[in-house]
């Protein structure tokens, strides 16, 4: 006689004050968009992301850039959420099969169980847990080449929204910023490391931040070690102000934003990742082959614009876009967290890479 299941303990829903749930951990129904549809689709309505979720970006114009046909082989080199991965392996079908790699070792089971039970198996979606600039390991299971390849540089919404993992200075956390918290050394740490000087440079190379002097010092001279998201963010909001007294909230704010976003760019080593993500490409592409890389910062926007331009030049890429593309109006309407997107395109030339 088998022996029944234990009965399982009623496990009461997260509970908050007030009306609506403010929290990260206790919008719970956000946070299962796949039960509560509805509340997910009147959340994107209103111009927002349901929490531990995200809406790709251009999705529209990269099937148009990449023309994925059934039979394909096709990369999505930064998988993230999935949504573009979702719109993509329709189109490789039948016969066909994607290829698709993160780092982030929090999301990517969620991602991978979440497509898995779209019924996308493992024959037809190849998911491994890799950063995107070791990509030329892939071509003997992909069969030699890719017929397209997909980019998308930007942090995922469930990275930004979850304050366990240090990327937002809208709630407190640690001040980690690591893609992937098992590898590497959080923010807090580089920022020890770092003299005014070295950080000051890596405000101004990486954030464009016009107050890079003044933020390195404000950092490097506070009495506390800096461990916390919010301790960072007042560092600079009650320093700037004593500095700037004119200076207005929303510049403050900025300043703010950007220095996240250099710190992260830092402790993930983005840069280098993309030049050698960059470097690898063609070799990668069949002839014919067509790549779409999203970017959010200059940085990257003129690193991707200039190994296209060399390419064509070097009759590696038969064609470049002329210039970024940029998400529509409504889209950057609906989706404000798209409005900083770039997308470039190159098209593979039958020349070998020399």
Known sequence: MSEETPPQPHKRRVRYSGKNPRKFAEKYKELD????????????AKGLTPAGTHRPICVGEILTILDPKPGEVCLDA??????????????????????ATDVDTVELPRTEARLRALGFGPDVLVIKKMNFAGILGLLGEAGGAFDCVLADLGVSSMQLDNPERGFT?????PL????????GRPASDLLKSLSAEALEKMLFEYADEPHAKDIARLIKESLLPIKTTEQLSAVIRDGMKKLHPKLEDVLVKKAIQRTFMALRIGV????????????????????????????FHSGEDRRVKKAFMKGEETGVYSSV????????????????????????????????VQ
Do not use: M
């Open 176 to 183: 980690d910023l690591r893609l992937n918290p098992e590898r």
């Open 268 to 295: 993930n080593e983005e840069l280098s990742v993309l030049e050698r993500f960059l470097e690898a490409l063609p070799w990668c592409l069949k002839p014919g082959g067509r790549v779409a890389i999203l970017s």
């Open 321 to 352: 876009a002329p210039g970024p593309q940029r998400p529509s109006p409504a889209e950057r309407n609906s989706n404000p967290r798209s409005a900083c997107a770039k997308l470039r395109w190159a098209v593979r030339s039958a020349k070998p």
């Open 78 to 99: 930064t998988l993230g959420y999935g949504g573009h991965t979702e719109k993509l392996l329709p189109r490789l079908l039948p016969g066909g099969r994607l290829f």
């Open 33 to 44: 968009p796949a039960k509560y549809a509805d509340l997910a689709a009147h959340i994107i």
């Open 169 to 173: 200075f809208k709630a407190d956390g």
